[in-house]
């Protein structure tokens, strides 16, 4: 088919974050990370330690082809070869999944890069960001 077309699109699935409450669609990974749904956004209150620490959203089916709309913000960070944050899809129930993260890994600091991730098997290219608001 040549010319024009349109394209369009449903939501498989959207949380604003708004009710206070955590959907019960999502499951978490991790050594006992505790989550909060407070002020628009879900947030990790008690850190967990070790590699796979996510909040999965999990009951659904997908199509194999599926774009993702996520705003993530990074309020603290602390240091070390497991710190990262960002987001992940294809995940299993195990936390392994494609990611593309803001990590520590293979950069000289802090929250300064960010890289692709397939985890547990290999770390993609990485991509230095710009220093920006004292982040």
């Not at 077309?5 to 449903?10: E, G, L, R, T, V």
């Not at 290999?122 to 991509?127: L, R």
């Amino acid at each position: 088919m040549e010319g024009n077309f349109i394209a369009s699109a449903k939501t498989l699935f959207l949380d604003d974050f708004g009710d206070g409450k955590i959907d019960k669609a999502f499951k978490f990974t991790g050594q006992d990370p505790k989550w909060v749904e407070k002020g628009g956004a879900l947030s990790q209150t008690k850190k967990s330690v070790g590699d796979v620490c996510h909040a999965i959203i999990v009951d659904r089916e997908y199509p194999k082809a599926i774009t993702i709309q996520a705003k993530l913000r990074v309020d603290e960070w602390e240091s070390g070869a497991y710190a990262r944050s960002g987001i992940s899809v294809r995940v299993n129930l195990a936390g392994n999944g494609l990611c593309f993260l803001f990590s520590d890994h293979r950069v000289a600091k802090p929250r300064t890069g960010a890289a692709f991730l397939n985890d547990h098997v290999a770390w993609g290219p990485g991509a230095r960001l710009s220093n920006t608001n004292g982040m």
